[in-house]
Nanobody, 124 residues
């Protein structure tokens, strides 16, 4: 049984930093592309950042480029998202997901295993 579990969310002031973590079990972690997504109530879930199974390719949505860094430790089966210079508009539920397809422009529908999410709230 595949389990994907996010952690590290919380409340932070604008300009602050947070690091999200995601562990995945029940799958061969380094066979999967991994991604971070976020969603606010009433809006579609959007891609934030993704990383290829080998870690040698990454994707960032424009709004987080230069502020967020995605990384993975395949030995620990763990995915990370370092978030700096946080803005109130980064407030959302953040989800981790695993998928077997890699595209230069990742699609949410390519990711098949999802966690329950961790809330990030950035106060102004």
């Amino acid at each position: 049984q595949v389990q994907v579990v996010e952690s590290g969310g919380g409340l932070v002031q604008a300009g602050g930093s947070l690091t999200l973590s995601c562990t995945a079990s029940g799958l061969t972690f380094d066979d999967y592309a991994m991604g971070w997504f976020r969603q606010v109530p009433g809006k579609e879930r959007e891609v934030v950042s993704c990383i290829k199974w080998s870690g040698d390719s990454t994707y960032y949505t424009d709004s987080v480029k230069g502020r967020f860094t995605i990384s993975r430790d395949n030995a620990k089966k763990t995915l990370y998202l370092q978030m700096t210079s946080l803005k109130p508009e980064d407030t959302a539920m953040y989800y981790c997901a695993a998928g077997v397809t890699w595209r230069s422009l990742p699609l949410k529908d390519d990711f098949i295993y999802w966690g329950q999410g961790t809330q990030v709230t950035v106060s102004s």
